[in-house]
């Protein structure tokens, strides 16, 4: 293990180039390094919608821009996006990279910053080809610290750098005027904080949500049991999904899907009683905001993805997975399968009954 002095290093690169539950995630790694190296500027490579979500709440000091799309696009624009960002990057001279992305992308980009300490995988996700090369030279685990969740794959170099694991999981608290301003906005809908259930029907592929009008069965039986109202989140790509809840609820529902930022949203996840959804972005900020969840997972196993740092349950139909998706589906794929269909209403309201009923006795406690 490398050991190194913490007045060593000034400056770290983390690349993580992946989605807002990845960066979630991580989150937890950057506040590692920021404890173990005082003073630390930590800076993020990933796509530039994340900036302020990073920066305002002291996950990084800065967020150097990636495009998925360009890096997508023709090898002219491929070429292009990747000059600009080597380019952009070499000029920080950074002390240490940390490729938490595994990509090929992401491997010739820390190659080409070529920081004094490289941390990368060693076996890689994918295996590397006859021409490529691990730029790496501190190699760290698939997962570390003995455990298989994915937030131990981003808490992995620390185990590689000899760093004390002190945060084991995500906590992100909402920005003060963020809070204001959902409290504000319940006002509008007269909803309580504390007293509703945030509902997320997205998810990356249209396999992976769990079918709309089951979502509103769902909702309806939890209101009626409980009294909570219910509050829907998701981006504009998912306003569908929740116009259709909407049509099929007869309960009451809020609707403020395509309306908030990921500040916001945060904000709104921590003032909720519960959260139900998807395997999903939103999640993984709920579980880091402090709020219970109830996620609902297709092939994704829950062992590698499940929310941690807060009571949790995850569903998931039986496995192997009768297909009921047809051509849509590629089995193998856990983003790309729609094994989730196959939960029913009752287990999802069970749980989320359950969970209500267990936090119920610890926000007593803490009153």
Known sequence: MLQISPSVY?????????????????????????????????????????????????????????????????PLERGRELFRIVRTLRRHRFDMTVDITDSKTSRIISGLVNAPVRVGYFPTERPLRWHERQPANVRMKPFGFGKKHYLYRYLSPLEALGIDLRVRAPAIRPLPFETTRVLALLARHRIQPNAFVAVHAGASFA?????????????????????????????????????RIMAAAKTPVANLAGTLRLETLLALLREARLFLGNESGPMHMAAAAGTPVVGLFGLTNPVLWAPVGVPSISLRPSMPCDCVGGDLCRRTDPSKACCVWRLEVDPVVDAALELLARTEIVLEAAV
Request: charged share 20%.
């Open 10 to 74: 000034r400056s770290i690169l983390i690349l993580q180039t992946k989605f807002i539950g990845d960066i979630v995630l991580a989150s937890a790694l950057a506040k590692n390094l920021q404890l173990q190296y005082p003073g630390v500027s930590i800076v993020f490579l990933c796509e530039a919608h994340f900036a302020g979500f990073l920066t305002g709440h002291g996950i990084a000091s800065e967020v150097v821009p990636f495009s998925r799309a360009r890096m997508r696009g023709s």
């Open 207 to 243: 396999g992976r949500r769990w079918q709309p009008e089951r979502f509103a069965e769902t909702i309806d039986r939890i209101a009626h049991e409980t009294g909570l109202r219910v509050v829907l989140v998701g981006g504009p790509d998912e306003v569908e999904a929740t116009d």
